[in-house]
Structure formats: C-alpha cells, structure tokens
T-cell receptor
Framework: QKEVEQNSGPLSVPEGAIASLNCTYS??????FFWYRQYSGKSPELIMS????GDKEDGRFTAQLNKASQYVSLLIRDSQPSDSATYLC???????????FGKGNQVVVIP | GAVVSQHPSRVICKSGTSVKIECRSL??????MFWYRQFPKQSLMLMAT?????????EQGVEKDKFLINHASLTLSTLTVTSAHPEDSSFYIC?????????????FGPGTRLLVL
C-alpha cells in the first residue's frame, strides 16, 4: 500500500530557531509533493509545492526533495509563534489523481 | 494561490434531516474536487473524489447513498449528508485540484463544521 509517513512527534522550538520536518513516501514514481499547514480548527493551507530534486525556498520556508531516498522535508527558519500548527506532507502518487497525506507533525513555537 | 469557498461554514441540524454543503472554485476550473472529513485531533480522511460530469468515486467504507455528491459544473461540487445522525457530526472539507502551471495542486476550502443533534 502506498504510504506517506511523518513519524516524529510534536516538535517544540524556541522562537527564532529552525524547525525541521521530515516525510518519507513509498512510491518511487511520485512526481508532486506538497506541504500544508493546518491551524487547530481550520482547514489545511498550502504553503509549499516541490516537483524536482533539490531545495525550493519561499520566504522563511524551504522544501527539500530527494527522490532517490524518497523523502521530502520542510525547514522553517526564524520560527514565529504564528508558525505553531500541524504540518501535513502530501504526495501525488504516480498514476493517481488524489493526494496521500501523512498524519501530520505538530509544531509548537515557544516565545 | 487559488481560492476555494465552502458554504455553509457551520450548520446545526436535527437528527434525520439532510444537509447540503457547497464547494466552489472561485478563480479556476476544477474538473476534480475532493471531499474529506476530519474528526477532532485526527487526520484528514478522504471520503470521495468528485468528477465533473460523472459519478463520484467513493472510498472504501463510505456510503454513497448517505453522502451524495454532485459535481454539476467546473466550479461547483455539492455534498449532501442524507438522514444525518449524531455520529456524522464532523468537520467536512473540500478541495479542488488546479492543474494550472504544470502541477496538480489541491487547494482546500475553509471547511464546514456539522453538528447533528
């Protein structure tokens, strides 16, 4: 069964530090990868998409993709209390028109 | 990014009634929309894939006769929860797939919180 895994538990980081989130996926043929942020009681919000190996930066966010190792990560630089949320990794498996989501990682930024 | 709206944002109904939730893509056409359900502190659960002009594809364990989906246009999909019961109380979220820009990004609506009394 094709899977997306986010294994680490809640992540607490001090304000201003870097938060690092990792995600692995099972389908080597996957082409599209996404990170969503979900605040408590709200729907997911797209923050990053990445399709090619390497890094993609957008403001304080950097997504990193390594297709050979089948992982995608998200770095949040200069973490702010407003970054406190659950971050969902999503993968569009090859030949499938829907996204597979990981269970999410909760990030808590401590002022 | 693309904008997806949902209506209503919150609904309270009596057990046995039906509730319709609308999902609209406001600035792009979406041949495919998705309906999710999320219980408190749990992951998103995909209920069904809604395809414009054709029948929806339901996930295993989701009753198609209870959760009616209509995707009548490229910008509108509706989910009707028929004969709702308290166990149907949940956060229902739609998403729409935007194929623009060479990718296949899903954008989520703000969600509909359903409470069945």
């Amino acid at each position: 069964q094709k899977e997306v895994e986010q294994n680490s538990g809640p992540l607490s980081v001090p304000e201003g530090a870097i938060a690092s989130l990792n995600c692995t996926y099972s389908d080597r043929g996957s082409q599209s990868f996404f990170w969503y942020r979900q605040y408590s009681g709200k729907s997911p919000e797209l923050i990053m998409s990445i399709y090619s190996n390497g890094d993609k930066e957008d403001g304080r966010f950097t997504a990193q993709l390594n297709k050979a190792s089948q992982y995608v990560s998200l770095l949040i630089r200069d973490s702010q209390p407003s970054d406190s949320a659950t971050y969902l990794c999503a993968v569009n498996f090859y030949g499938n028109n829907r996204l597979a989501f990981g269970k999410g990682n909760q990030v808590v930024v401590i002022p | 990014g693309a904008v997806v709206s949902q209506h209503p944002s919150r609904v309270i109904c009596k057990s046995g009634t039906s509730v319709k939730i609308e999902c609209r893509s406001l600035d792009f056409q979406a041949t495919t929309m998705f309906w999710y359900r999320q219980f408190p502190k749990q992951s998103l659960m995909l209920m069904a894939t809604s395809n414009e002009g054709s029948k929806a594809t339901y996930e295993q364990g989701v009753e198609k006769d209870k959760f009616l989906i209509n995707h009548a246009s490229l910008t509108l999909s509706t989910l009707t929860v028929t004969s709702a019961h308290p166990e149907d109380s949940s956060f229902y979220i739609c998403s729409a797939r935007d194929r623009g820009g060479g990718g296949e990004t899903q954008y989520f609506g703000p969600g509909t919180r359903l409470l069945v009394l």
